[in-house]
Structure formats: structure tokens, C-alpha cells
């Protein structure tokens, strides 16, 4: 019997939604659908035929399509959500409330209709908002629906400690809890390099530096960019989610999720601590906060919730 490759759909093939294509199909975790809006078809065709035909010299056998069809997103294991709008300098993330929830909704309505058993991921931001929509349009059981911020932020953070000290990245650890706003919650006690705590090593001053930073570390490229938002480490996080699902790796993994009573948050999308596996979220970790951390979670929970009173679905 013919074994069958994971399939996977990328809806939206602009900055992020095209890095993420390539990546996946690079480390060939599955043939690769790329879809945008119908007036961008051929552009779309053209970014999906390019990249494959950098198979060859990269070594990779996935196939990518280009398409604004859903017909051919027909049976995709996973759905990754980039479309929509991103923001420019001087605006916040929530500025695309309204006119990404129009998107994100109009793209889930279809993933229901030709991706009922797929595990959707949703990077569109604000994310944590884009999530809910997504989760209330797609009616698909909680651990299917998962946004990504905490990748990304955790990968941020990660990055400015390892400059700090001046040692590999890879022996850096550390998770960033909260919304994927500028009060996400960068978790300094649970942060260590190579087993030793963050706090032995760097002062408290340039510690909050590198927490200041991560928390606007999305703002700092915008500003960089001048004309869109970061999408190399945007597509590279959403990669290691999609392996996660795809090799049922069980990692532990910060990621959106729907929160039930956990951290004492009911009926909220927040970045928590999940194990990550073929079913999507198996587990969300619930952590012990000290007062202080739980005020900062507070803070970014009750962000999350001001941008979700004004979405409209
Ligand atoms: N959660 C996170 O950590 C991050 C979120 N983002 C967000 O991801 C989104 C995409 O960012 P970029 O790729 O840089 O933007 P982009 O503008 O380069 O690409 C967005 C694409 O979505 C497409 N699109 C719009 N409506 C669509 C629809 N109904 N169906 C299919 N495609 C549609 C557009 O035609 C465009 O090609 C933005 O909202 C951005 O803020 C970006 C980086 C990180
Ligand atoms: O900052 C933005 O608008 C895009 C994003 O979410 C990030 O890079 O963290």
C-alpha cells in the first residue's frame, strides 16, 4: 500500500504564509498547498512553482501547489492561517482587529468545509483574538484550534539571552507566557542556561532589559521593516509546531489555547505552556506563579479580553 505524505495548506502566501511553505517543504514534513485570495492566483502558482523548483538543488521531494482553490486544500492534516493585514509602524497589533476577523472568519468557514479533520494553526494577528474567531467559526474541538505567539516570543527572548552571555542559543531555555501583546509575561524564575538559572548569571537590570525587549520585539522589526512585520522567525515557530503535530513528538511547547478555569482564566485564548502532539494540544501545564507573575498574567489576560469585547464575528 502506498504510504501517504501529511498534507498541509498555508492559507495566505504573502510574507509569512511563503517562508512558512518553503520551510515546511523543506524539511519535508508533507506536500504543501499554498493558498491566497483568487486576484493573487498566479502570483501564488508563481511563489509554489519557484520553491519547488529549488527541490532539486535543496534535496527535498515535498510538492507544492499554488491555488486560490479550497478544493485542493481538500484533506490537509493541518491548516496554517496567515492571511490578512499586517500592521506598520505606529500601529499596534490590535489595529487589525476587525479587518482580520473578517478574514480569518471568511478562511475558517471554508477549512470547516474542506479541512473537517485538520489541526488549524493561526498566526493572523492579534492572534490570540484570531484564535477565538477562528475557534467559534470552525466548531472544531479545542485541541484542534491553536495560535502561535509563545514560539516566537519564547525564540525572541532565547535569542537576546544567548547574545547576552555570549553562548550557543541551544542551551538556552526559557518560555514567554501571556498574550502576544507588549505585556506578555517572560518567565525569568522558569529561564536557564545549559540548567543554571538566568538569575546567577545576568544582572537584574539587564534582565528586565531583555524582558522589555521581548516584549516589544515584534515592534522593534516593524520599525526595521518599515513596510510589514517580521516573517523568517513568524514562519520558523509555526514550523516547529506544525513537526510537533506531524512526528507526534509530545513537545512542550508554548502555544494559544483555549483556557477553562486553567491559571483561573474561563472561556480565554492565551499563550500557556502545551504538550504538543498528533492530536494538537494533549495538555496545557499549569505552573505555580508568585504573586508578582501572576499580577503581570493578570495584565496581559485582561488585554487579551479588550481586544476580544470588540472583535466582531
Ligand atoms: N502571531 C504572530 O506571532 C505573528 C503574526 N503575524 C501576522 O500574520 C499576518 C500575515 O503577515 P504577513 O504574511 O507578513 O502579511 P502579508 O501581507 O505579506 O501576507 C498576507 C497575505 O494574506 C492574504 N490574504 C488576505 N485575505 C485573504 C483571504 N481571505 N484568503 C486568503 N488569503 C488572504 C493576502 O493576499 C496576503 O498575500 C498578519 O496579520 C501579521 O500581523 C505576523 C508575524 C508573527
Ligand atoms: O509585530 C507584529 O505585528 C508581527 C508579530 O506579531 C511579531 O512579529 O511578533
Known sequence: MAIQRKKITVVGAGFTGATTAFLLAQ?????????????????????????????????????????????????SDIVIITAGIARKPGMSRDDLVNTNAGIVKSVCENVKKHCPDSIVIILSNPVDAMTYVAYETLGFPKSRVIGQSGVLDTARYCTFIAQELNVSVEDVRGFVLGGHGDDMVPLVRYSNVGGIPIEKLISAERIEAIVKRTRTGGGEIVNLLGNGSAYYAPAASLVQMAEAIIKDKKRIIPAIALLEGEYGYDNLFMGVPTLLGGEGIEKIFVLELLDEEKAALDKSADAVRSVIKIVTI
Open 27 to 75: 524539511k519535508e514534513l508533507g506536500d504543501v498547498v499554498l493558498l491566497d485570495i483568487p486576484q493573487l492566483e498566479n502570483p501564488t502558482k508563481g511563489k509554489a512553482l519557484d520553491m519547488l523548483e529549488a527541490s532539486p538543488v535543496q534535496g527535498f521531494d515535498s510538492n507544492i501547489v499554488g491555488t486560490s482553490n479550497y478544493e485542493d486544500a481538500a484533506g
